[in-house]
């Protein structure tokens, strides 16, 4: 029984910090207890981090990073620890252009830039600063990568349009 005991007290200890995706049961659901994120759109997929009794803020990801959405974090979060529970930047990510969009208009700057290199290169901690409630982070891509997915999604177009007029081609041939 005492080791019994033992594992559910690991296993409450590990739970402290933990990510969650849509549909799972979070913390504090009950009477009284606040509502879950609802999407903005069917495809928009919903994190929850939690961290025992700190406040809750919510976030929106954008961009190239390996899980983009709507998160809702605790109120200390910076911006690294915002990208690493998106699971990190993707590999066409242009770190030294990161965006924040303050949704506090009352802000002096509504957008901020910041190179997340010189953070990982230098340990400018000016470069990774707390995220406050409703700030949009905008992770851009390289423009060669976004050059090259573009030529992708056109390539793949024309290739349906050649297919379509061989087939009407064939079609009228008979």
Known sequence: MKILFLLL???VASASVHAQRPGAS???????????LQPS???MPIFSVY???EIQIDLNLWGFVN???????????????????AGG???QARLVDIRVVHADTAAEKRVEM????????????????????GDTIIVSGRALDVFF??????????VIITALINFISFTTHK
């Open 9 to 11: 007290a690991i296993f």
């Open 26 to 36: 979070s913390p504090g659901t009950g009477p009284g207890a606040s509502q879950p």
């Open 41 to 43: 759109s069917p495809n």
């Open 51 to 53: 961290r025992g009794g």
């Open 67 to 85: 899980s983009p959405g709507h998160y809702r974090v605790p109120g200390s979060t910076s911006l690294v620890e915002l990208l690493s529970f």
């Open 89 to 91: 930047p993707s590999a």
């Open 114 to 133: 910041y190179n997340l290199e010189a953070y990982r290169d230098n340990g400018d901690l000016a470069q990774n600063p707390l995220l406050e409630p």
């Open 149 to 158: 997915q573009a030529i992708g999604i056109i390539t793949n177009i024309m």
